[in-house]
């Protein structure tokens, strides 16, 4: 049972155009998300995350969107530009301590891809 | 800066093989992780580990095992490879009270 759902695989934007990427989840008792990108042969870096109690975060040309009634996620780039061309991955965690011990939930990810 | 060491970024190992992938994290972080990578199924955890000696089975623990002798260090042993175990093999570490995690480079391991 997939907790946390990226519905597109692909993405293929303009440079300067604006990019949004999309994360379901379905578990309410998630309290904090984070978008990660990745290169190919590279391991994921960490890009921006948000936790339960706030709707926006933003940094720099990155902006993240939390609808928890909707249990929805999205992730904002922009400009857009050629470098961000990478896999991103949205993730959800609960409580950093306790039983769980912050285990991070990956979704399946979406390859964006920004043409000059 | 923080970081967190794969052994090898590449491997190709014949089915039947033992296979040790090692993982070396140098930020004294309490939790380490191990997960693999599939095209279309994102990253999917395997095993984690809280504490020295402790582990816990992720997802898809079937045909791994680990071992963490020491805080710093935590290993996947794949028992007998077999090829739907070729894939990307990421480790990653956390402390115990922050979230997200730091991820190592990635073992892209083929099994023949």
């Known amino acids: 049972d997939q907790q946390v759902k990226q519905n597109s695989p692909s993405l293929s934007v303009q440079e300067g155009r604006i990019s949004i990427l999309n994360c379901d989840y379905t578990?309410?008792?998630?309290?904090?998300f984070l978008w990660y990108k990745k290169y190919p042969a590279e391991g994921p870096t960490f890009l921006i995350s948000?936790?339960?109690?706030?709707d926006k975060n933003e940094d720099g040309r990155f902006t993240v969107f939390l609808n928890k009634s909707a249990k929805h996620l999205s992730l904002h780039i922009v400009p857009s530009q050629p470098g961000d061309s990478a896999v991103y991955f949205c993730?959800?965690?609960?409580?950093?301590?306790?039983?769980?011990?912050?285990?991070?939930?990956f979704g399946q990810g979406t390859i964006l891809t920004v043409h000059p | 800066d923080v970081k967190v060491t794969q052994s090898s970024r590449y491997l190709v190992k014949r089915t039947g093989e033992k296979v040790f992938l090692e993982c070396v994290q140098d930020m004294d972080h309490e939790n380490m992780f191990w997960y693999r990578q599939d095209p279309g199924l994102g990253l999917r955890l395997i095993y984690f580990?809280?504490?020295?000696?402790?582990?816990e089975k992720g997802d898809i623990p079937e045909g791994y095992s680990v071992s963490r002798e020491k805080k710093e260090r935590f290993s996947l042993i794949l028992e007998s490879a077999s090829t739907n175990q070729t894939s990307m093999y990421l480790c990653?570490?956390?402390?115990?009270?922050?979230?997200?995690?730091?991820f190592g480079s990635g073992t892209r391991l083929t099994v023949v």
């Open positions: 993730a959800v965690q609960s409580n950093a301590g306790g039983t769980s011990y912050g285990k991070l939930t």
């Open positions: 948000i936790s339960s109690i706030k």
């Open positions: 578990n309410s008792m998630f309290d904090y």
């Open positions: 580990s809280y504490d020295v000696k402790m582990k």
């Open positions: 990653a570490s956390r402390t115990g009270t922050t979230y997200g995690y730091t």
